[in-house]
């Protein structure tokens, strides 16, 4: 069974700049949550969609935000970029989410905002 | 606040030896608590997942505790490898919000 994939691997873009990640989960998983990883934060999580509802949402501004599609595949958009917001952003599936069940991860997406 | 704590940041042993990393958590109600193992360019991988119930969960080599009334984890590694290299993170799922809170990690070196 092929793992969660994450396009693109890397991202440069300038500040101001709005940005869409792509994450496709493993087949038979209907949720999709996502997380940033910075030196400074650690891992945050963002949030989490579900039979394509967003059903948490962690502490991030509202220019952060996501959707998901019948196939369960996911997307993250990044308006109105900061240089704060240069990170790995990192996506998981899992079967029925909420955290409380294994998530398998993808190799990441790395933003980089100058 | 949750807030979850992994000490030492860094740790490097000799291949073979034994180890134990460990986690704290300031609020013991939590749903679950998770250990991940994290390898340059490769993502997250999910090693052991202790419901609040449990005490301990076992994988091969890998042994994770949970003492929730203490507010710790910790996750033992026997006869540790050059291969069990990598940062290992823990984190801690509340049971009202479900929502992972992380630690920073600790960096393992296995010196072959």
């Known amino acids: 069974k092929a793992g969660v994939t994450q396009t693109p691997r890397y991202l440069i873009k300038t500040r101001g700049q709005q940005v869409t990640l792509s994450c496709s989960p493993i087949?038979?998983?209907?949720?999709v949550s996502w997380y940033q990883q910075t030196p400074g934060q650690g891992l945050q999580f963002l949030f989490e969609?579900?039979?394509?509802?967003?059903?948490n949402k962690g502490n991030f501004p509202g220019r952060f935000s996501g959707r998901q599609f019948s196939n369960s595949r996911s997307e993250m958009n990044v308006s109105t970029l900061e240089l704060g917001d240069s990170a790995l952003y990192l996506c998981?599936?899992?079967?029925?989410?909420?955290?409380?069940?294994?998530?398998?991860f993808g190799p990441g997406t790395r933003l980089l905002v100058l | 606040k949750q807030e979850v704590t992994q000490i030492p940041a860094a740790l490097s042993v000799p291949e073979g030896e034994n180890l134990v990393l460990n986690c704290s958590f300031t609020?013991?109600?939590?749903?679950?608590l998770q250990w991940f193992r994290q390898d340059p360019g490769k993502g997250l991988t999910s090693l052991l997942l202790?419901?609040?119930s449990q005490r301990e969960q076992t994988s091969g080599r890998l042994n994770a505790s949970l003492d929730k009334s203490s507010g710790r984890s910790t996750l033992y590694i026997a006869a540790s490898q050059p291969g069990d290299s990598a940062t290992y993170l823990c984190?801690?799922?509340?049971?009202?919000?479900?929502?992972?809170?992380w630690g920073a990690g600790t960096k393992l070196i296995i010196k072959p």
């Open positions: 998981a599936s899992s079967v029925a989410g909420g955290g409380q069940e294994t998530q398998y």
């Open positions: 087949s038979g998983h209907r949720s």
């Open positions: 969609y579900f039979s394509e509802t967003q059903r």
């Open positions: 609020d013991s109600a939590i749903y679950n």
């Open positions: 202790i419901q609040s």
């Open positions: 984190a801690a799922l509340g049971d009202s919000n479900y929502q992972l809170i």
